[in-house]
Nanobody, 115 residues
Framework: QVQLQESGPGLVKPSQALSLTCIVS??????????WNWIRQSPENGLEWVGA???????YYSPSLKSRMSISRDTSKNQFTLQLSSVTPEDTAVYYC???????WGQGTQVTVSS
């Protein structure tokens, strides 16, 4: 059973950068067919796909966030990381990591952007 656990700061100030890490257990992030995603949810915008990194390391980003985000991975630690720069209050959301092919979700982590 694959398990995902998000970690990161709960509070970020506007204009700063946000970094969230998803630690994966019970399976390797390089295993075939796995696609590792970031999803966020807010009352204003609902559920929003942020981006993904595949088991081969290819990355895909939401067009609306592409200019200020990146997703990377550390295969030695079996984890992947979302970096989002120049955050605004509109980036306030619960951020989830998700494995797409089998539908595994992390529990989510609240990120609030506020001064």
């Amino acid at each position: 059973q694959v398990q995902l656990q998000e970690s990161g700061p709960g509070l970020v100030k506007p204009s700063q950068a946000l970094s969230l890490t998803c630690i994966v257990s019970g399976g390797s992030i390089t295993d075939n067919y796995y696609s590792w995603n970031w999803i966020r949810q807010s009352p204003e915008n609902g559920l929003e796909w942020v981006g993904a990194i595949t088991m081969a390391g290819s990355t895909y980003y939401s067009p609306s966030l592409k200019s200020r985000m990146s997703i990377s991975r550390d295969t030695s630690k079996n984890q992947f990381t979302l970096q989002l720069s120049s955050v605004t209050p509109e980036d306030t959301a619960v951020y989830y990591c998700k494995e797409n092919s089998r539908g595994y979700w992390g529990q989510g982590t609240q990120v609030t952007v506020s001064s």
